[in-house]
Structures are given as C-alpha cells and as structure tokens.
C-alpha cells in the first residue's frame, strides 16, 4: 500500500479513501451546497485522517431577517421585544447566522413587502415576531418554502414552528393563584387579537371552571387596548355594575397598573378588599405599589431559543412543523396577599 504521507496529497486519495468522486470531493472542501451532511462529514474525516490541508470553513449559514410587530400594542411592550431581540442576537452570532432587523406592520406584512425584506439583506430564514401572519402571507410562505419561525407567536394549523411562552398553563396558574388565596369572582382584562393571548384567555377559563363556585368575567378592551388608561377606564365600569369581584388576572402587567389604580380610586385596599396578579414581569410590575405580582417569562431565552430553532429548519427544511412552549414562573408581589380562606 502506497504511503500517502510520502507523497503530495492529492484529492484523488481522499475520494478513493471514501469512495466518491473526485468532484465530489472538491465541492465538499469548497464548501459548496448540496451534497449530504452524512457524506460532507465522512470526506472531511478522512481528509483530517490523511492530513489534507482543510481551510476553515467561511461563516456558511444561511441569513435570517427578523420582523417585528410595530403596531400599537407592540409599542407598549417595547421592553418585552427588546429581551427577545437581545435573545436573537446573541445566539445568531455565537452560530455565525447572518442577522438582520426589521419593523414592520402586522397588516402591511403582505407576501410583497415580505420578499422585498428577505431580498434586500439576502435571508433565507424568517423571524416574524409579535406577528400572526395573514392567509395570503401564510400561502406564500408556504408555496415558497420560506422557512419560519414564528416568535412569542404560534399557528393553530401547525404549519410553521413557533415558539412562546406557556400562554395557557401560564394563565391557568396565574388564576389558580388567586382562588387559592380564597377569591371566587374574578375578572380578567384582556386585549388583543393574537393567538397568544387567546390562550391566555382560555387558561383563565378553565382555571375558574377547576374551582367549586368560581365565577370568572373576561373584559375585553378594544382591538389596540393595551394601556393602564383604557384597563382603569374598564375597571371601574365592572366595578361599578357588579361589585362583588374581588381579583382580578390580567394578561399583561401594564393592565394590571391600570386596574391597581381604579381599585385604589374606588377607595379599596390592594390587596386585602381586591387581588391582582399581571402577566410577563415587566419593570412596571416592580415599580407599582404595591409591587404586583406577576407570571414571569424569560425573554432573551425565547429570542436565544428561535436562533435554535431557525438554524435546524434551514438544514431540515422538510421535517414535521413543532412548536416549543417555555414555563413561566410566578413571582410575589403585594397585589396578592398569602394565602387566606374564603
């Protein structure tokens, strides 16, 4: 057997080595598309085998561009994106992904301004952040075979991987917080169209129909409803028709000020004559006073998670949709006393 070592390696031996071409070989050490993970694996093993010199590899994963939701409940959660952006970019560069940043209306995310995105920073991959894209967007992302990840997002019909909060179990314990601290009558403000927050909705729901003699309202605030004005406004108009509430769950923490601030007005006591508890353990939970307590979501891990996520579908574009839910944890505050009997 001829001794490789004593002689100028040559491609020719690592294709004869592991019995593929010549051509074959040539593309997988110029890094190019289209040959197979399993044979682009055992090329460069024997290549390292033999000593065939290897450039490292450039920066080869695809691009991805990240829309996010610029409407106006996005703007009052700015902080809450700013932790999932946080998320994105760092993991993207610890993978070498090609990165990229965009606002975007939710209605104006039509298939055309979409590919005008993706085309103008060169992303194969697309984040939609805050965003349920709409039928005609979702048929073009599929016909194009657009690999996506929807972020703090999911899809009923499972065609595209998502990733969010627990939003259902997150707001089931959120509830159950409550009844047990002893409360029956519970409201729950809520205000958005998404996906997401009907799942809190539900949790919230199903909390009040686990407990004998609970009695849940949901108070839905307008389309856009995301501020502690129009959660106060709300607030006292319940109050006022029915007093006998005595808590209330809230799917964001700046509707939990809102109603903190109506039930003080209405001359109660936070939390001993009316319970609170909020949703994502934003930094108004903390400076409210009393401080709220809240269900909290870890941000930067979703945005770190969706890199994940993206990197594995633009190298499996044909495995099975899946969506990834992360736990969310209570924290204390002085908007729900300890525990008490009914």
């Known amino acids: 057997m001829t001794d490789i070592s004593s002689k100028r390696l040559r491609q020719a031996d690592i294709a004869t080595r592991a019995g593929v071409s010549v051509s074959t070989v040539s ?10 993970d399993d044979v682009r ?29 610029s409407h106006g409940v996005t703007g009052g959660l700015s902080v809450f994106y700013e932790g999932i952006v946080e998320g994105l970019r760092s993991e993207a560069a610890k993978l070498g992904m090609p990165f990229d940043i965009r606002l975007a209306r939710e209605a104006k995310a039509t298939p055309e301004a979409v590919r005008e995105h993706l085309g103008s920073v060169e992303a194969e991959g697309l984040f939609l952040v805050g965003i349920d894209p709409a039928d005609a ?3 073009w992302l599929e016909e194009s075979r657009t690999p996506v990840i929807l972020v703090n997002g999911t899809d009923p019909q499972m065609r595209f991987d998502g990733i969010s909060p627990a939003n259902f179990h997150g707001a089931y314990a959120a509830t159950r917080r409550l009844l047990e601290a ?15 927050i009907r799942e809190r909705v539900r949790g919230f729901e199903a909390a009040i129909a686990s407990a004998d003699g609970g009695e849940g309202r949901v108070i839905r605030l ?8 129009e959660a106060h406004a709300a607030t006292l108009a319940a109050l006022a028709e029915d007093g006998g509430f005595t808590a209330a769950f809230c799917m964001n923490d700046f509707l939990a ?15 001993e004559d009316f319970a609170i508890v909020g949703f994502d353990d934003l930094p108004c939970a903390e400076m409210a006073n009393p401080r709220l307590a809240t269900m909290r979501v870890n941000r930067v891990a979703l945005g770190r998670d969706a890199i994940s996520m993206m990197h594995f579908r633009l190298h499996h574009r044909d495995r099975p949709a899946r969506h990834v839910s992360h736990a ?7 908007s729900l006393e300890a525990r008490r009997h009914p």
Do not use: D
């Open 328 to 334: 969310v944890f209570p924290v204390a505050g002085g």
């Open 27 to 36: 593309r997988v050490l110029a890094n190019e598309p289209g040959i197979s």
């Open 41 to 69: 694996r055992q090329i460069l093993q024997v290549a390292s085998e033999i000593g065939y010199p290897i450039k490292a590899p450039p920066a080869t994963s695809p691009g991805a561009l990240a829309l996010i939701a």
């Open 182 to 196: 002893g409360h029956r009558r519970i409201l729950h403000l809520t205000g958005s169209h998404r996906h997401t």
């Open 137 to 139: 967007l979702c048929k």
């Open 257 to 271: 000020v809102g109603v903190l601030e109506a039930v003080t007005e209405l001359g109660r006591r936070v939390p």
């Open 222 to 229: 307008p389309f856009e409803g995301n501020s502690s004005v």
